[in-house]
């Protein structure tokens, strides 16, 4: 596609963060996802993730919360091969391509126009992969999605670009479209949101995070009463943390001695409904 990137929205840059990251962490010589496809895609739409913001820390975060991520799908995909995928706010990711479902599950990559025009020139097509152009705040964009299948519906960078009202509204229409399955999405507290406004390598993204952040894991389930927390993975606590180099082992490892203190940096929330 050439040097010239893409003219994405403020709201649809930010999938540069974590593109660039999960390109990074696969250039790493001890990588936690190792993803070619971000390396790839990214040269596809000239960007170059070594003018990404993202500190080294944050790679590891992105790439790993990814992985927990496939991990779900993966799994739910395993017990339902006739299972719905949803990855909201896909953005350039090929998670498809990392999880491998069965050909019997339908896999939906749901972004805005902009995004996904690009993503159908630049994500290899595959059988049964639909690219959905949608705003996820318009209470229609559902309607062409099957909704009698179980659903596993991922949402990896998503949460803090929606507002608290609109993605309470989003759980509910999707807990409503199907008949059972599994939300998973990474948690933003308010801290981790405070955060990614005055830090470094986020602040790019100051501009367009909606959401006020969630302290409490269960915050969700009074949003919307069909969803119960299955679990709460902390980053810190990850075994892959036992990989990270020296100077961040230490640093996150001192961190996971404390729940409150894991929380504020990266979790990955899941719900059954
Ligand atoms: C930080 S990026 C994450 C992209 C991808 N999940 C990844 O891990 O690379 C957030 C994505 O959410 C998308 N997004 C934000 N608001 C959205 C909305 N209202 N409807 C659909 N997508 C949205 C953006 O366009 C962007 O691609």
Not at 79 to 89: E, F, K, R, S, T
Not at 247 to 258: G, K
Request: charged share 25%; glycine share 6%; aromatic share 8%.
């Amino acid at each position: 596609m050439g040097t010239t990137l893409p003219a994405f929205t403020p709201v649809e840059k930010s999938l540069y963060l974590t593109l660039g990251g999960r390109a990074l962490d696969s250039r790493s010589p001890h990588p936690v996802l190792n993803d070619p496809t971000a390396e790839a895609i990214a040269a596809k739409i000239g960007y170059d993730p070594a003018t990404t913001s993202v500190v080294t820390s944050q790679v590891r975060d992105i790439a790993l919360r990814a992985k927990k991520l496939d991990e779900v799908v993966r799994r739910f995909v395993g017990q339902h091969p006739d299972a719905v995928v949803l990855d909201l706010g896909a953005g350039l990711d090929d998670r498809c391509s990392r999880v491998r479902p069965p050909s019997t599950v339908d896999w939906y990559d749901v972004d805005l126009p902009g995004v996904t025009a690009v993503r159908r020139e630049v994500v290899a097509p595959r059988a049964n992969v639909h690219a959905l152009a949608a705003d996820l705040t318009d209470p229609e964009w559902l309607a062409g999605v099957p909704a009698d299948r179980p659903a596993v519906i991922v949402a990896d960078g998503l949460v803090a670009f929606l507002g608290e009202a609109d993605f309470a509204a989003l759980l509910k229409r999707l807990t409503s479209h199907f008949p059972a399955g599994e939300v998973a999405f990474n948690g933003y507290t308010r801290f981790h949101l405070w955060a990614i406004k005055h830090y470094r390598g986020t602040g790019s993204i100051a501009g367009v995070v909606r959401h006020p952040g969630f302290d409490d894991p269960r915050e969700p389930e009074r949003w919307d009463p069909d969803l119960t927390l299955v679990e709460e993975i902390l980053l810190a606590r990850a075994p892959e943390v036992a990989g990270y180099p020296a100077a961040i082992r230490w640093f996150t490892r001192l961190a996971a001695l404390s729940t409150a203190v894991s929380r504020r940096g990266t979790t990955v929330l899941r719900y059954r409904f």
